[in-house]
């Protein structure tokens, strides 16, 4: 009979290892799966189309989805709260995000799955900027706001 390579201990030591190995790789794609959950590197969604034709710019700069709901934080650059036509301004976005949602394909799947879509309107990247909070269900795509 031949006799192994191994020592029974370093049978047992090789085996530790391979477990420990498994281990750690278990525990570095369950820790990368939650992170990029948590910090998603890219936004899904383009709403430069809001904007388009318009002095303003707009830009999704934030995107998190969860079981019950989608939020955006979307930023119409250029719209200031101090201009003479500020409330014909935020009805007009109110109402180009409020067709945009409906009409995204990513966002009208999270609709069609019962979730809300909440979008927080900003004239800049900061949050004191908001200017509109919008929360949408599907019927708000077939009956409007």
């Known amino acids: 009979m031949p006799r192994s390579l191994l020592l029974p201990s370093e049978k047992r030591d090789a085996k530790e290892y ?4 498994k281990f750690l790789l278990f525990g570095f ?9 948590l910090f998603p590197d890219d936004v899904p969604i ?3 189309i809001i ?3 318009q002095p303003e710019t707009s830009e999704v700069i934030s995107y998190h989805s969860t079981d019950d709901y989608v939020k955006l934080i979307l930023v119409i650059e250029g719209v200031s709260k101090s201009s ?11 109402n ?5 949602t409906c009409n995204n394909s990513i966002l009208k799947s999270q609709l069609a799955d019962s979730k809300f879509v909440i979008i927080d309107l900003l004239t800049s ?4 900027s ?14 409007g706001i």
């Open 84 to 94: 003479n036509n500020f409330t014909s301004r935020k009805v007009y976005y109110l």
């Open 29 to 37: 794609v369950f820790v990368y799966a939650g992170y990029t959950r």
């Open 51 to 53: 904007a388009l034709h």
């Open 18 to 21: 391979k477990v420990l190995i």
């Open 46 to 48: 383009n709403a430069e």
């Open 96 to 100: 180009k995000t409020l067709e945009f």
């Open 130 to 143: 908001q200017f509109a909070n919008m929360r949408i269900a599907s019927d708000d795509c077939v009956n």
């Open 125 to 128: 990247p900061y949050e004191s």
